[in-house]
T-cell receptor, first 116, second 114 residues
């Protein structure tokens, strides 16, 4: 079945440091890929997405590129802020026409803490 | 104007009780989901409804019964609660059976079974 593997956390950085959270996946076909963020005490919010190979999703200074050849979707940000402290989830779902009705398969989540 | 809302936000109850969690979305989506987040933050799909029809039913104990009275509502009823049911339950919704579309999540219901 489909699966998503994220780098182990927690990750602790100083403000303005560079961030990379690795994400790789196993799926048949061409899944849609997502990064969700969960701030403390809140639900999940979509951070960015990509639906086909070589697409780059970006939002709030975060970027991730859909790499079919390496089955990866790593999350990057050039300069993190204290307000970026949260749990980050990589996820996939089947593409339009798929048979899994869009259910999201999540990675285990990576806790990011940014210190001033 | 909350997009996906859940009630209650917190639920503390004893083993053996029956409880319900309600979810409503005002986004006009046709598909709704229940996810369970365990103490290690791992998220797993439980159920999904499309236009009031059950389309995903993962391996979940039959003590859990979802019900969708209309496209905008998806409720979760849990019978004979067990300690292991303690978790955060998230409702979500999306367009077009969710394929390729992002899901919008509610704030979660933290269930504690004592």
């Amino acid at each position: 079945g489909d699966s998503v593997t994220q780098m182990e956390g927690p990750v602790t950085l100083s403000e303005e440091a560079c961030l990379t959270i690795n994400c790789t996946y196993t799926a048949t076909g061409y899944p849609s890929l997502f990064w969700y963020v969960q701030y403390p005490g809140e639900g999940l919010q979509l951070l960015l997405k990509a639906t086909k190979a070589d697409d780059k999703g970006s939002n709030k200074g975060f970027e991730a590129t859909y790499r079919k050849e390496t089955t990866s979707f790593h999350l990057e940000k050039g300069s993190v802020q204290v307000s970026d402290s949260a749990v980050y989830f990589c996820a996939l779902s089947d593409p339009p026409g798929g048979t899994s009705y869009g259910k999201l398969t999540f990675g285990q989540g990576t806790i990011l803490t940014v210190h001033p | 104007d909350t997009a996906v809302s859940q009630t209650p936000k917190y639920l503390v109850t004893q083993m053996g009780n029956d409880k319900s969690i309600k979810c409503e979305q005002n986004l006009g989506h046709d598909t709704m989901y229940w996810y369970k987040q365990d103490s290690k933050k791992f998220l797993k799909i439980m159920f999904s409804y499309n236009n009031k029809e059950l389309i995903i039913n993962e391996t979940v104990p039959n003590r859990f019964s979802p019900k969708s009275p209309d496209k905008a509502h998806l409720n979760l009823h849990i019978n004979s609660l067990e300690l292991g049911d303690s978790a955060v339950y998230f409702c979500a919704s999306s367009h077009a059976s969710g394929r390729g579309y992002e899901q919008y999540f509610g704030p979660g219901t933290r269930l504690t079974v004592t």
